[in-house]
């Protein structure tokens, strides 16, 4: 009720609205933000977010990720299976959106490790940091029912937490890439269909 009140608030009046429905999804966003609200809106996605700086890394992956569409509908993918309540779908999408960033760097690969040692030809990644990459990658390839099948439960064991968590490190992690590509000059097909 209160969001609808400070949402409508910011119209000065009705034709306002309706003299810039353009502009709803920014009002929307802003409202979000400026309450304070537990969702963000990045384009036509809603999302959880636990922080600011969360909704700031999500939000920016979805830039970063623009000119990749594979990559984008990932992230849109998992942030919308979180905002519905899909942990293990949200987990999964997230990983999808870093190796679909992945293929692009190291073309023929599937995986994070080609990519990785790919930027290390151009850009010095520290050894420690580089694993915990990869442990985290590696999480979700352990993890039943995220990557691979369920074989002897009903479901994976994470939760909301987890698949916030995995949204926003995906999240940065893409950004992260993306970054060192463009300070490598590394190419990435700007219209992959990951």
């Avoid at 949402?7 to 034709?15: A, M, R």
């Avoid at 293990?88 to 190291?106: F, G």
Wanted: proline content about 3%; aromatic content about 8%.
């Amino acid at each position: 009720m209160e969001l609808t009140l400070i949402f409508l608030t910011s119209f000065s009046s009705q034709s306002d609205i309706e003299k810039r429905p353009y502009r709803l999804g920014e009002e929307v966003a802003y409202v979000l933000a400026s309450t304070k609200a537990a969702y963000r809106l990045e384009g036509k996605t809603f999302f959880p977010v636990q922080s600011e700086e969360e909704a700031a890394t999500v939000s920016r992956a979805f830039r970063d990720a623009a000119g990749h569409r594979g990559v984008l509908q990932h992230l849109k993918n998992s942030a919308e299976a979180t905002t519905a309540g899909e942990w293990a779908e949200s987990i999964t999408q997230s990983v999808h959106a870093v190796e679909a960033i992945s293929k692009l760097l190291a073309p023929g690969t599937n995986t994070l490790r080609p990519a990785l040692d790919e930027l290390e030809k151009h850009h010095k990644i520290h050894g420690a940091l580089k694993q915990g990459f990869l442990r985290i990658y590696d999480f979700t390839s352990d993890e039943k029912g995220l990557r691979h099948s369920l074989l002897d439960k009903e479901a994976s064991d994470v939760d909301e937490t987890d698949a916030l968590f995995i949204l926003g490190a995906c999240s940065a992690f893409v950004s992260y890439l993306v970054a060192k590509a463009r300070a490598a000059d590394l190419p990435m097909d700007q219209n992959d269909n990951s």
